[in-house]
């Protein structure tokens, strides 16, 4: 079965500081990977996602991951946070049934630090 | 603006109460999808519809109903609504091939 892991339910950088949020994945088959941002009291919007194509995918707001397939992972990383990157961060894996529906990760909360 | 909207945006319903929630997209789109979001768990996948007239149950479907008797509409159902159904309710589209849009969400809490 498929299923997305995200380490960590909160992530606290400062301002200035290295984002990094994490993601593992488990597929059988090749996974289309996203990753979606939650801004308090609002809807989901795709920051990014891998389609087998390049490994490492630039997305909006500065923010890139980089497939791995030996360590399953899809890390999310921002070289420099900002004020505004405080948000919940969702990991997502295409299912092969079900309509091809998204299968979350539990998210990530991250807070940035003044 | 094309995309997925989703009525009403807040509801309270007292419990053992019904009630709809529509989402509707303009983007002629045959797949779509309602998920619930609860603190810690993700998002998780209600029911789903391939194509109009068709409907599925995805991970946790008890106590929900659903219909897409329109391509555009796709309906979630409560028949009597339990205080375990409080959650924030999002809808989502996407096109063979292509990638998904989702709606603003549905805010429901009942007490």
């Known amino acids: 079965a498929q299923s997305v892991t995200q380490l960590g339910s909160h992530v606290s950088v400062s301002e200035g500081a290295l984002v990094l949020l994490r993601c593992n994945y488990s597929s059988s088959v090749p996974p289309y990977l996203f990753w979606y941002v939650q801004y308090p009291n609002q809807g989901l919007q795709l920051l990014l996602k891998y389609t087998s194509a390049a490994t490492l995918v630039k997305g909006i707001n500065g923010f890139e991951a980089e497939f791995k397939k030996s360590e399953t992972s899809f890390h999310l990383t921002k070289p420099s946070a900002h004020m505004s990157d405080a948000a919940e961060y969702f990991c997502a894996v295409r299912g092969y049934n079900q309509g091809g529906k998204l299968i979350f990760g539990q998210g990530t909360e991250l807070s940035v630090k003044p | 603006n094309a995309g997925v909207t989703q009525t009403p945006k807040f509801r309270v319903l007292k419990t053992g109460q019904s009630m709809t929630l529509l989402c509707a997209q303009d983007?002629?789109?045959?797949?779509m999808y309602w998920y619930r979001q609860d603190p810690g768990m993700g998002l998780r996948l209600i029911h789903y519809?391939?194509?109009?007239?068709?409907?599925a149950k995805g991970e946790v479907p008890d106590g929900y109903n659903v219909s897409r008797l329109k391509k555009q509409n796709f309906l979630l159902g409560l028949e009597s609504a339990a205080p375990s159904q409080t959650s924030v309710y999002f809808c989502?589209?996407?096109?063979?091939?292509?990638?998904?849009?989702f709606g603003s969400g549905t805010r429901l809490t009942v007490v």
């Open positions: 983007m002629n789109h045959e797949y």
């Open positions: 989502a589209s996407r096109r063979q091939g292509y990638g998904y849009t």
């Open positions: 519809s391939v194509g109009e007239g068709t409907t």
